[in-house]
C-alpha cells in the first residue's frame, strides 16, 4: 500500500561484483516500489581470496558511499564480507544492515528433515565456519558439510550457466565431497554464494546423478528478499528507482551483469573507493 | 663462474599476483646462481581492472619496496604493469627494467614463419593491443589475432592444468576462432599472460586437434629468462636466495603459489604496501 507524501523506502545493496544482482533481481520482484541502490566493487573482487581485515575495510568504504544518500536499510549481498564485516558495519550505521548467511541458514534449517545440511561458497566463506556457526544457533544438532567451490564465481562471470567446463568443475567439486557416506545424507545444499542461483538448473542435475535423488537448494538472494519482505511490505507495489554502481569499468558491468538482472532499466554509474 | 668475492647479482620480480612465479622458475632454472625478491601484491589484484595511473602508483609502491635491499635489474612480470609502469619506474630507477611484452613479442616474431601470430590474454591485456603494437615495431607485415582467455587465471589458480573443465573452456575460446580462415593461418601462439606456462602441454593438445599441425608457443616467463641469462650470464653457477613477498593471506600464497613453484624453498614474507 503506497502512502501519498511518504517516500518510498530505500535499499543499499553492496556486493564485490556482480552476484550481488540476484538479489537486487529477487527483492525488485518481490517488491517493485523499493528503491534500490546498487554497488559492486568490481575493480577489487574477487574478495573470496582476500584476508577477513582487508574484506572489512572494503565494505566500510563501500557502506560509505552508499550511505550518502538516506537509506533505510543494507543489504550485504556478499557471503565472504557478510562473514567478516556485518559487526563493524553494525556498530557504524543505525539503518538495519541484513547479510546473506543468516538468512540462508534459517532457510536450510527450515527445509532439512535430515539434519546433514551442505554447503558450497568461496574458500574464503567456507573457512569462516560462518554457515555452520549460523546453522548451529538455530540448530545445534544440525551436523553442517561445506564444501569451497571457488572457480564457480568465474564461471558464473563467464555465462557458462550450463557449460561442460562448469559440469567438470561441478563433478570435481561434488563427486568426491558426496562419495562421503556421511555427507551423503545431505538433504538441503546452501547456495552460500550469491553468484551461483545461476547454477540451480545445473546443479540439480548432478546432485540427482550423485544422490540417486532431489534435495533442497537454499538461495541466498530468496532468502534475505523474504525478510526485506517483512521490513518493506508497502514497497510491494509502486515503482521504485533501480541505480547500480560499479568500481570498475561500466562496459563489463553492463555486460556481465546484463546476465543476472536487466541492466538496461536501471541508471548506470562508475564510483572510484 | 662465481668470482670469490664479488656478491651474485640479484633481481626483483614483481606481479599482481602470483602468476609472475612461473617467471621465478624459468629464471631459477636456467640461473641457480641469482637471488630472486619475489612480490605479488595479492590483496590488491586484479590490476586488469585498474585504470592506468593507479597501476602505475602500485606499480611504483612495489618497487620503492623491492628495491629497498640493492637490485641489479627489475623484472615487471604482469602484463598490466608492464603496459602501464615501465616507463615511470624506467624514469625513476637506474637498474634495467624489463617488462614481458616486448620479450614475448620478439620470441614471436623471430618463430613466425607465415606471419600470422596469435595472442591469448586476459579481457585488458587484449583489449590494450600491447602485445600487436610490439609486434607491428619488429616486423610491421605481421598479422595479429589476438583472444581474450579470462578464465584461465582462475583456471591455474585452482591448479586445474589439464583438467576436463579447463580443456573445455579451451574448446569454447579456441574452437571458433581457430576455424577463422585468416585466424587459422597462425604459427605462433603467445601466451600473453604469466599464468598461462602451465596449460602449455593441453594447449599443444587442443591447437594440434584444431590445425591438424604443432604451432610454436611462447611463453613470456621464457622470453624474459633469455634476457636475464644475457644480463647476468655468471648466475648460471651457484645457489642463489629466493624472497617470495605477498600483500594478502600467506596461506593462500604458499598454496596456489605452490602450484608455479615450490615456494617450501624459499623465505616468505607478508608485506603492507
Not at 561434488?174 to 545445473?202: A, E, N, Q, R
Request: proline letters at 6%; hydrophobic letters at 45%.
Amino acid at each position: 500500500m503506497e502512502t501519498t507524501g511518504q517516500r518510498q523506502p530505500r535499499i543499499a545493496v553492496f556486493d564485490s561484483g556482480v552476484g550481488g544482482l540476484t538479489v537486487v533481481a529477487a527483492a525488485h520482484a518481490a517488491l517493485p516500489g523499493l528503491h534500490v541502490r546498487f554497488l559492486g566493487d568490481t575493480a577489487r573482487l574477487p574478495y573470496g581470496s582476500k584476508s577477513a581485515s582487508t574484506v572489512e575495510r572494503y565494505a566500510l568504504q563501500a557502506t560509505a558511499h552508499l550511505a550518502r544518500g538516506d537509506i533505510d536499510a543494507l543489504v550485504v549481498a556478499c557471503n565472504t564480507a557478510s562473514a567478516c564485516a556485518l559487526p563493524a558495519l553494525r556498530a557504524m550505521y543505525p539503518f538495519p544492515v541484513l547479510g546473506v548467511i543468516d538468512p540462508g541458514a534459517q532457510q536450510a534449517v527450515l527445509a532439512s528433515v535430515s539434519g546433514h545440511i551442505g554447503v558450497i561458497g568461496t574458500e574464503r566463506t567456507v573457512a569462516s565456519g560462518a554457515y555452520a556457526e549460523a546453522i548451529a544457533k538455530l540448530r545445534p544438532d544440525a551436523v553442517v558439510h561445506a564444501k569451497a567451490t571457488p572457480l564457480l564465481v568465474s564461471l558464473a562471470e563467464e555465462g557458462w550457466f550450463d557449460h561442460p567446463a562448469t559440469e567438470a568443475a561441478l563433478q570435481t567439486y561434488l563427486g568426491p565431497f558426496l562419495s562421503d557416506p556421511d555427507v551423503s545424507k545431505i538433504d538441503t545444499l546452501v547456495l552460500g554464494c550469491t553468484h551461483y542461483p545461476v547454477f540451480k538448473p545445473l546443479l540439480s542435475q548432478v546432485l540427482r546423478q550423485a544422490l540417486g535423488r532431489d534435495i533442497a537448494l537454499v538461495d541466498s538472494a530468496q532468502a534475505v528478499t523474504q525478510q526485506l519482505i517483512d521490513l518493506f511490505p508497502q514497497a510491494q507495489q509502486g515503482q521504485g528507482q533501480i541505480e547500480l554502481y560499479a568500481t570498475d569499468s561500466l562496459d563489463r558491468f553492463a555486460r556481465v551483469g546484463g546476465l543476472f538482472f536487466p541492466v538496461y532499466r536501471a541508471q548506470l554509474g562508475l564510483v572510484d573507493l
